[in-house]
């Protein structure tokens, strides 16, 4: 990283509120499959904005081999877009870690009707 793209303290300062946009944003991208926005179901694992205002994603799935992965990518992207000084949306998309249940946020459990339990992993969303 170049010295012109280190954030100081008034940067971040600065950027806060266009965070809290594209995070607001984000719970606006629903899972096709489960009634819960990305954001909440913890299917973003990596958020950050540049000076430039260009945000760059780093998602997951709740499956690798999600048949709807381009259309929720596409709507990410987007819906990020949209949020006015964004200047870009960056996804990259991966595997690692596998998304389990844990991820979920507080908000998707009780939505959800979930009790947290460790080791739970997706194929129990769908019972």
């Given at each position: 990283?170049?010295?012109?793209?280190?954030?100081?303290?008034?940067?971040?300062?600065?950027?806060?509120?266009?965070?809290?946009?594209?995070?607001?944003?984000?719970?606006?991208?629903?899972?096709?499959?489960?009634?819960?926005?990305?954001?909440?179901?913890?299917?973003?694992?990596?958020?950050?904005?540049?000076?430039?205002?260009?945000?760059?994603?780093?998602?997951?799935?709740?499956?690798?081999?999600?048949?709807?992965?381009?259309?929720?990518?596409?709507?990410?992207?987007?819906?990020?877009e949209a949020v006015p000084?964004?200047?870009?949306?960056?996804?990259?998309?991966?595997?690692?870690?596998?998304w389990d249940r844990s991820?979920?946020?507080?908000?998707?459990?009780?939505?959800?009707?979930?009790?947290?339990?460790?080791?739970?992993?997706?194929?129990?969303?769908?019972?």
């Amino acid at each position: 990283m170049s010295k012109d793209q280190v954030l100081t303290a008034q940067d971040v300062q600065e950027l806060q509120p266009l965070y809290a946009a594209v995070i607001a944003a984000l719970k606006e991208v629903y899972d096709p499959e489960i009634p819960v926005n990305i954001y909440d179901l913890g299917l973003i694992y990596e958020l950050t904005i540049g000076k430039d205002r260009e945000v760059s994603i780093l998602m997951t799935f709740t499956a690798p081999n999600c048949p709807m992965a381009d259309q929720v990518m596409a709507e990410v992207k987007e819906s990020v877009e949209a949020v006015p000084g964004v200047t870009k949306c960056h996804i990259e998309l991966t595997f690692e870690p596998a998304w389990d249940r844990s991820m979920l946020s507080e908000e998707a459990r009780i939505d959800l009707g979930l009790d947290y339990e460790p080791e739970d992993d997706y194929s129990k969303l769908n019972d």
